[in-house]
DNA sequence: CATCTTGCCTTAGTTTTCCTACGGCAAGAA
DNA sequence: TTCTTGCCGTAGGAAAACTAAGGCAAGATG
């Protein structure tokens, strides 16, 4: 008989939750950016947790991870846990006076489309900060601190969805370049301006419109698709141009469509805030100024 | 507009588990215990979640602290979460082969009763590694990994208990202190070995048979009970007898009654294990093994 | 009344945990 | 081939967690 001297340990917290998030996420890519820290770290967590439990959880090919038949079965009771912490973490932010309002958003729609609405917000609500957090995957809303997540997405009728517009794509410049090249409709020798993301819109437009593109990769391409809004403002090429994060631009002038056939990509813009009791009571409201 | 680089964070973990075992215990000793950590290092972590809610959660008063309404208001939240990990971390342990069993006991259960009986469990399970800790206090089976607990209790009749026997206490001490007092049986001149925790003894069994006793508080005491056995065994005195932790001694002669009358204490031996989902599969024939 | 005890606090310093940075490797894609 | 993706490993440094020790206030004890 070994009588231990101090209570039997379990494994750390944080090895857990990083558990669960890479279990999740079948990937310790994704757990590492949801949980704000690098991959290597995720991986030690797990590591240590395989250790405590003398087991592997994961198995490790080499273009990504997979459960094992035990981390399967962990999986479940890992995020009922996780789930109901959230739940608690909520409630104890939902104590702090004037919490910051947390809006998670598309890079694009953070920078194009927010702004300008977020300013009437604010005067509704002067007391609240209102913080950004752009990122390019959708947040789980029910483990993160978010109050609200603006991304493009095709809408599944929850009711704790809302969506605002279609997303529609239409070819737009400067209206100088436009003067230049008047009465020519192509597109002959013109730089196409790129988002790196959505590298795939000007194929879409082309097979929707049956207008032919060639050379649509002829064109620098940018990281943000604002910065490609910036160029396409300074006559620098022609963009592809989404109608709800230039519709500013459009209305003061400072781009033109060049074509008049718009085609839908099949998203829509979504506005998606957390289910019930974990919303905070200005939740409501602030959707609908959003809305409009 | 504030553009926060990174996601918001939640409080950290250990922070959060440190304020559920507080609240529960409405004590940062307690908690600090059941954690296995310093009360100092439990009101650090109190103090950061404090500051991550702008808002304290207790009133500390000189004598002991109490919850504000906000931290009342999240103890079910955070039970709840920890419960659920909980249960998470024994699916884990649980996936360990031959893991420990681990029994939480009295010190002086452990040493007097526990030996014997584990024994022969071992030989039936002679693979798995039986850990003891003792304690004062009976932990929470629902929280803390241990697989079963044997206590002085009042049983409640939940199904998880199983009660072994009544504590019944009567004086003994060494044969060779008997004869020397031979035809007296009074109590006159003796010294009356104490047990910290037992102080109670003397004075129940006293009023409980009717005999006088005087100066019950002469004589060592003792932090162990197993300690104050082996000075009565040795002749140093005479001892309140808890009748199941002494039975080997009085079969073997090492120890004899003073006095016919013995009294119940009110408490009964009791081995409580967690409630079914959490059990390990061994737990039932181990009990019924404890139990004879 | 003085003294002890209990339970919490605070600070300082140490240990442990956690994380990043970076080079490497294997498999699939270009 | 060469690039890219996603994981691993190690080393070193940052941050968190913990301990130890002295203090204080309110009851309990003598």
Redesign the interface.
């Known amino acids: ?11 750390p ?2 090895a ?2 990083a558990f669960e998030a890479a279990a999740r996420h079948i990937s310790f890519v994704a757990a590492a950016e ?1 949980l ?1 820290v690098t991959a290597g770290a995720i991986s030690q967590h797990i590591k240590t ?1 395989e250790g ?4 592997p959880l994961f198995r490790r090919n080499a273009q990504g991870v997979e459960l094992t038949r ?1 981390g399967q ?2 999986l479940a ?2 995020t ?3 789930d ?6 909520r ?3 939902d ?3 004037n ?2 309002f ?1 809006i ?1 958003a598309l890079p694009s729609i ?1 920078q194009l489309w927010l ?1 300008k609405r ?1 300013g009437k917000i ?1 005067e509704c609500y002067p007391q609240i ?7 390019e995957t959708p ?1 789980s809303l029910s483990r ?3 109050d609200l997540s603006i991304f493009f997405s095709v809408p599944d009728g929850s009711p704790n969805q809302i969506c605002i517009c279609q997303d529609k794509i239409i070819p737009v410049c400067a209206p100088s370049l436009l003067n230049r090249k008047q009465g020519d409709q192509g597109f002959e020798g013109i730089s196409f301006l790129r988002d790196q993301t959505w590298a795939n819109d000007w194929p879409m437009w082309s097979q929707n419109s049956g207008v032919q593109i060639r050379n649509s990769e002829n064109g620098p391409q940018f990281s943000l698709y604002s910065l490609a809004v910036e160029e396409a403002k300074a006559g620098a090429g022609v963009l592809m141009g989404h109608l709800c994060l230039i519709e500013d631009a459009l209305t003061a002038g400072a781009l033109t469509v060049m074509h008049d056939v718009s085609c839908s990509t099949g998203n829509s813009l979504v506005i998606q805030v957390p289910r019930m009791p974990r919303q905070r009571s200005e939740t409501k409201r602030i959707v609908q100024l959003l809305a409009n």
Do not use: H, I, Y
């Open positions: 008989m070994s009588v231990a001297p101090k209570r039997p340990k379990g494994p917290l944080n857990m939750r949801e704000n947790l405590w439990a003398g087991m035990e079965a962990l009771d890992f009922k846990a996780f109901a912490l959230a739940d608690a973490t409630a104890l932010r104590l702090k006076p919490a910051d947390q998670a953070a702004p977020l604010r900060n209102f913080s950004v957090t752009a990122m947040p993160e601190l978010f």
